[in-house]
């Protein structure tokens, strides 16, 4: 009997035994994951010994991390978490971007090719130190360069400050980027 239970609350199928991720952690890279771009990337720093990556509030910046989607990938979209402060603000609005770029056996990987990315938008919590998390869905195909399970990807993570809904003053500090499955 615990074992029937124990296999539906880690969300096991009881007939054909397959795990399925909808809902569920995918991924969850941490700022010491990123492979900086050769320019315009986000400075890695610590904030009481948390690793974080900064972002500024007048240059796009950008992170970049790189995974193999796992095989319980159940192939819908894919959302993006990010999970950041603020460095001294306690007001204003980030807007992140987040795109996917897949590799495969065809992509020169001597030259990037992220698909279009998707934008999204939180208000700075309002404690200087406390986390927020910005949600930005992709759907399934052209949004997550099609992706595939087992394939090698890459996603680049902007603060968009030429947005005019990007209102922050200082530095957007990233701890930790979680995949879900939508």
């Known amino acids: 009997m615990r074992a029937i239970y124990l296999r539906e609350c880690l969300g096991l199928d009881l007939i054909d035994r397959k795990y399925y991720a909808s809902g569920d952690s995918l991924i969850i890279w941490t700022p010491q994951a990123n492979e900086p771009p050769a320019s315009a990337f986000a400075t890695f720093d610590t904030r009481n010994a948390h690793p974080i990556l900064d972002f500024d509030?007048?240059?796009?910046?950008?992170?970049?991390?790189?995974?193999?989607?796992?095989?319980?990938?159940?192939?819908?979209?894919?959302?993006?978490?990010?999970?950041?402060?603020a460095t001294s603000a306690t007001t204003g609005t980030v807007v992140w971007q987040s795109a996917f770029e897949a590799i495969g056996t065809a992509l020169d990987i001597d030259a990037d090719s992220f698909a279009t990315g998707n934008n999204g938008t939180l208000v700075a919590p309002v404690t200087s130190g406390a986390l927020g998390t910005t949600n930005i869905a992709h759907t399934d195909?052209?949004?997550?360069?099609?992706?595939?399970?087992?394939?090698?990807?890459?996603v680049r993570v902007s603060r968009e400050v030429a947005d005019a809904q990007d209102s922050m003053a200082g530095d957007a500090e990233l701890r930790a980027i979680e995949i879900r499955e939508t």
Do not use: C, M
């Open 57 to 85: 509030d007048t240059t796009e910046e950008n992170g970049i991390f790189s995974a193999v989607l796992p095989r319980n990938y159940a192939g819908g979209g894919l959302s993006v978490n990010i999970h950041w402060a």
């Open 141 to 154: 195909g052209a949004q997550i360069d099609s992706l595939a399970v087992g394939q090698a990807f890459r």
